[in-house]
Every structure is written in structure tokens, then in C-alpha cells.
């Protein structure tokens, strides 16, 4: 029923605007590379007009390990390092970058991105009970391994409707700031625009030419919508918490009733209602400006990339759509402009826009605007196709040249792509990498079929969310909530599916999914991680803001290198891929040169040649132990060169 109702939403979208973007095209290497060069021809007038010169390449092997940074989030394994020294072909780096984009390395680390840039928080308290936004991962996560366009993307998160289990899960992106409707708007705009009106929400900005009235007449077109489906399910919690006092409704190892009552109403209320939005929205109480009246009712207005206008004085249930529309507009340049704009800094490491209150790409920019025209336009001749655009990017000659020291001397990554410090999941899933064998192998579970309570199999998610709707009173809906409780304490209830497990669970009111909680890359955990998880400790997103991770460095982190996790997950663990290297035949010389490959993508110099054979050979386990700890807490493990 959910995905007719979804289904039905796009065909009636199609009528409003061209949905052929939803089809992608395969953008060949051969058209990336000539893209590239075309750039590599625009970065080199930009230099010369601005009397910089060009840097000098960097070995293969400085290139291997950057470009795995960049592409997949990475360090190479020492198969990887094989792989691509062994390779005779020339064109073995092109060969190399069309490997990582198109692995399950670049998957991840994309995916790290759009955690950090849409906010993707696993669970969240809202009101009391708690929320989950799985649905919203896994789309994020199923649309980044199709390569879904940024456009298409886009549409799909500002207009979708309808129960993010059981349609599409990116009707979540609203319900993930139900209650601050207002801070998801000047999120959306910065999100997808590139465009900052935050201030614009209290007063005119001095700042920028924004007004306090084009916020509000922005906001108006996603103001109206509602949580989908049915809250009232909350009314009757009374009578639960009553009966959970009660052993029978608080069975060891099922927990009380209200929590499975909890568990399973917020799976039936969520998303976004069809048909909900209004399109309009009253002024503030304290509105102080002559363009509007305190409390007057104010319709979705567009101030830039083409004119859309909305009706003040009715509803208007399209205005998600129109909204959306807008956003991906031909005539809405700071859309492409924007996302080319990230992009950009992914891979080169600096920004090419110049002001901090814009976050798009510029064509009237002085210095980088024939560059910043034609990102704008390659972006949009392949059709927002984020992969092969951060692959063109790799290609050119630009990336592959020696590093800067800082973001200003490279000159907006020009000059060579400034020396960083690695992102916590860079460092994070380069760990894991010296851990795992297969550092991609474990994944997350993303089956929504059905639902488990506490391990107990409750049934089919799309069975119950409809028999929750299909009631008319609180009293009938009590009733089942109390039969299907029994049946799940007392195992009378239906089987499980047999041999696959329990993918998506709750338990204490709380929605959970199958993230993984040991040892897998950072995408595959729980978003974000545990408060004093090695990702939070070494700056991973809160998810609160946009962007809001940090790569900068604090003794604390130095002291979890040296003496905490690097030390029980890959130094004196038995049975990892970096003590594997002892296994294979040969001297403790070669062991030592294998070591500092695994470790820092590059051969040993004589000095650590010999220092590190002395080590093996006077200590073994735990001489490699201690290269291993020296190792990952060196500068050269722990930047991007």
C-alpha cells in the first residue's frame, strides 16, 4: 500500500517537472579523461594569469596512497600496493582511479560524506520518545551504490511523502527536524544551495542581501507537513504504563509494555503525510519590517534562479514539489554550482569560491571564474553524477602534483593539494584496513521487511503498520498491542523467517537497526558514533550541523594513538592482517620492508630498514608490535600528502 502511495507521488511529479535525470547515462573513462585534460587547460591559465607556477609531480606510490585517501577513505592494503606496483600498463594511475570509484571503498567512505552533509543521526529523542532516521540511511546508502545523481537525490528528499519504512525512506529528511521547521529550511538552502539565510530567520542580514521576508517566503513552501500516519497510538500509553507494573507485561528479556507499544507506533507514524504541506505560513508575532504585518500569512515566494509563486490565500498540497523543482532548477545556478563546489574541496583539498558566506562556485570570481564556469557546466553535462565528476577531478594533472603546505599556498588547490590531516573515518577505516583483510566485508544489514522486538519476531513491518492504521478506535488498537505482546512473550506468535536474522530491532521504546558496534569501516557503525567512541574522540560529526566534523588534532588523541585503541585493535591483536605479514616466508629484513609498506605506502629508507630488522629481530611479536604503534602515530600516517 506504502509503495503505491510513493509510486503514485512520482508519476503525479513527473506531470510537473522532467524526471529523465532519474535514468542515468554511463559516463565512459575515455570522456573523463578528455574532461580532464579540458580542466588541466583552464588550471593552467589560471595559474599563469595569476604569475603562479606549476608544481612538480609525485612518485607513483605518493599518488596510490593520496588518491585511496581521497577516492575510498583509505590507506591501500598491501595487496592494493601490490596490485598497482606490478602494473605495467602506462596509464596504470587511470587504470588505479577508475578501480577506486567504482569499488565498495568509495561507497563508504561517499557515505561518510552525506552522514556528515545531511545530518544522518541514527536515533534521535524528540518530545520524549525516540525517533530513527534508518530509513534515511539506507536510502542514502542504496542511492550511493547506484550512483544516483545528485539531482535525482535531491528531488527525492524534498518531495517524498508517505512511511519512510515501507516507501522510500527519503520522505525522512523533514522528520529529521520535526519541530524546527524554520532550521530546516536555512539547512535545506545551505545543503543544497550552498546558500546561508540563517541569520535572515531573526532579522534583514547585513551581511549578505538577504531579507527577512525571503526566508520566510522560502520557508513557507515546506511549512504544513506532518508526521505520517497515526500519533494518536500516544493517547493510549496511559493504560500501557499501567499494566507494565504488572509481571505478566513485563516479561524478562521482552521488556515492558509500553516500550513495545512505543516501538511500535513510532514505526507506524513515520515519514511524512501524503498530501501534506501548505505552502504558505503567518509572519512571526514580532515581525518589525514594512514588507510584511505580525502574524500575516505569507506564501512561498522565490527570490533567485527563477520565479515561482505560491498561492497565500489556500493551500497549496504541491508546494513540496514545486519546491523541489525550483531547487534543481535550469535557471537555479547556485544548485550545480554548489555541490561542484564540495566536490572540489573533496578531492583538492581547497575551496575555489572565495567568500565564507557562499558556498557555490562563482563564474564572475576574478581569479578561478572560467574554471568555476566550466566545474558548473561539466557538473551539469553529466547529469550531477557526483562519481564521475570526483573522478574527472582525479584525473588531472592538478591533483597528481606535490602538496602545499597550507590551504593558501596551494591557491584554491591549484598549486597543489594542501597537506591535511586525515578525517576521523580517514584514520578510523585506515586502522581498520591494517585489522581486516577485506576492510569492506562487514556491512550493516539494510533488510526492512521485517521486525523484531528484543529478538522476538513480531511479523511483517508493512503487515503491521497497516493493521495499525486499519483501526478506528484507541481501544481496538489497545487490544492488538496487548495480543501481539503475548504472543511475543509467550512465542505463540508467528515465525521468524528462516535462516535470515533479526535485521532491524527495538527495544526500551527506542528504534535500532543492525549497525555494526566492532570492527568495520566507519560507515557501517552507528551514525554518529558512541560519545567516547574513537570517531567522536578524533572529531567525527555530531550530525547536528551541516559539515559539522573537525580534523584538527588534541593531546587527548595523541595519547588514544600511543596507549588506547591502536594498541588493543591492531598492536597486540593476535590474528590481524598487519600480524599476518609474520606468516608469510621470508627474513625479518622482509618482514620490516612489508610493515612500513602496510603501514605508509612506501619502501623503508636504509636507517628504518635496519632499525626495523633490529627490532624484529631482538623482540619479534612484540618488536612488531611496537612498528606498528611507532608507525600510525608518525605525521606521515596521520596526514593526506
Not at 546561508?196 to 538577504?210: F, I, N, T, V
Not at 532548477?329 to 567568500?355: C, D, Q, Y
Not at 570526483?390 to 606535490?402: E, H, P
Not at 554518529?528 to 550541523?545: C, E, M, V, Y
Request: net charge neutral; glycine share 8%.
Amino acid at each position: 500500500m506504502m509503495r503505491r502511495l510513493f509510486t503514485s507521488h512520482i508519476l503525479a511529479f513527473g506531470a510537473l517537472f522532467s524526471w529523465s535525470f532519474l535514468f542515468a547515462v554511463e559516463i565512459t573513462p575515455e570522456r573523463m579523461g578528455k574532461e580532464a585534460a579540458n580542466l588541466d587547460i583552464l588550471i593552467s591559465s589560471v595559474l599563469e594569469k595569476s604569475g603562479k607556477t606549476k608544481p612538480a609531480p609525485i612518485d607513483d606510490f605518493n599518488f596510490l596512497r593520496r588518491a585511496s585517501l581521497v577516492a575510498i577513505g583509505r590507506i591501500p592494503t598491501l595487496a592494493e600496493i601490490k596490485e598497482f606496483a606490478n602494473d605495467p600498463a602506462a596509464n596504470k594511475r587511470s587504470r588505479l582511479v577508475d578501480r577506486l570509484y567504482r569499488s565498495k571503498g568509495y561507497q563508504s567512505h561517499m557515505n561518510n560524506w552525506f552522514h556528515d552533509h545531511l545530518r544522518l543521526n541514527e536515533v534521535k529523542l524528540q518530545g520524549g520518545y525516540f525517533s530513527s532516521n534508518t530509513p534515511l540511511i539506507n536510502w542514502t546508502r542504496q542511492s550511493v551504490r547506484e550512483n544516483k545523481s545528485w539531482k535525482a537525490m535531491t528531488v527525492e528528499l524534498l518531495s517524498s511523502r508517505g512511511n519512510g519504512w515501507t516507501g522510500s525512506g527519503a520522505s525522512h529528511y523533514y522528520t529529521r527536524d520535526i519541530g524546527m521547521p524554520l532550521d530546516n529550511s536555512a539547512n535545506t538552502m545551505r545543503a543544497f544551495l550552498g546558500v546561508r539565510m540563517e541569520c535572515a530567520q531573526c532579522h534583514d542580514d547585513p551581511g549578505s542581501s538577504w531579507e527577512r521576508i525571503d526566508f520566510f517566503n522560502l520557508a513557507a513552501f515546506t511549512h504544513g507537513k506532518s508526521n505520517y500516519g497515526r500519533l494518536d497510538f500516544l493517547r493510549g500509553r496511559r493504560l500501557f504504563v499501567k499494566m507494565s507494573s504488572d509481571k505478566k507485561f513485563n516479561a524478562p528479556g521482552l521488556h515492558h509494555l509500553h516500550f513495545f507499544s512505543d516501538a511500535i507506533g513510532q514505526y507506524a507514524a513515520s515519514g511524512i503525510e501524503p498530501g501534506k504541506g501548505t505552502g504558505r505560513m503567518k509572519l512571526p508575532d514580532d515581525y518589525q519590517y514594512e514588507d510584511g504585518d505580525p502574524g500575516e500569512m505569507v506564501e512561498g515566494r522565490t527570490p533567485f534562479g527563477g520565479k515561482v509563486r505560491l498561492e497565500s490565500k489556500k493551500t497549496n498540497p504541491d508546494s513540496l514539489d514545486r519546491f523541489a523543482a525550483w531547487v534543481v532548477g535550469e535557471e537555479n545556478p547556485t544548485f550545480g554550482g554548489s555541490i561542484a563546489a564540495r566536490m572540489w574541496l573533496r578531492v583538492m583539498g581547497a575551496k575555489l569560491h572565495k567568500k565564507d558566506n557562499e558556498e557555490f562556485l562563482n563564474p564572475k570570481d576574478s581569479v578561478t571564474g572560467a574554471l568555476s564556469g566550466a566545474l558548473m557546466k561539466l557538473i551539469k553535462d553529466y547529469d550531477y553524477d557526483l562519481r564521475a565528476f570526483q573522478q574527472t577531478l582525479m584525473l588531472t594533472k592538478a591533483f597528481a602534483v606535490k602538496s602545499a603546505p597550507d590551504a593558501e599556498a596551494s591557491f584554491h588547490g591549484l598549486q597543489g593539494r594542501p597537506i591535511e590531516r586525515m578525517s576521523a573515518e580517514q584514520i578510523w577505516d585506515s586502522l581498520i584496513t591494517l585489522v581486516l583483510e577485506d576492510p569492506e566485508s562487514p556491512q550493516r544489514l539494510e533488510d526492512m521487511e521485517h521486525l523484531f522486538i528484543h529478538g522476538r519476531y513480531i511479523g511483517r513491518l508493512e503487515d503491521i503498520i497497516g493493521k495499525v492504521h486499519s483501526f478506528k478506535t484507541i481501544k481496538d488498537y489497545q487490544e492488538w498491542v496487548i495480543m501481539k505482546y503475548k504472543e511475543a512473550r509467550d512465542g505463540t506468535g508467528p515465525k521468524a523467517p528462516a535462516p535470515r536474522p533479526p535485521t532491524y530491532i527495538a527495544g526500551h521504546g527506542r528504534l535500532m537497526t543492525s549497525a555494526i558496534r566492532g570492527m568495520a569501516r566507519a560507515s557501517e557503525l552507528p551514525s554518529p558514533a558512541l560519545p567516547n567512541h574513537f570517531l567522536r574522540k578524533f572529531g567525527q560529526s555530531d550530525r547536528i550541523s551541516i559539515d559539522g566534523a573537525t580534523n584538527e588534532g588534541s593531546l587527548s588523541q595523541t595519547l588514544q594513538m600511543l596507549n588506547g585503541v591502536t594498541q588493543t585493535m591492531i598492536a597486540t591483536k593476535d590474528d590481524t592482517a598487519i600480524r599476518k605479514i609474520f606468516e608469510v616466508p621470508g627474513s625479518f629484513d622482509e618482514k620490516g620492508v612489508l610493515l612500513f609498506q602496510s603501514i605508509l605506502t612506501r619502501m623503508p629508507t636504509e636507517q628504518e630498514r635496519t632499525m626495523c630488522n633490529k627490532e624484529l629481530v631482538d623482540r619479534e611479536g612484540q618488536g612488531l608490535a611496537n612498528i606498528v604503534s611507532a608507525l600510525v602515530c608518525t605525521p606521515e600516517f596521520l596526514f593526506i600528502y
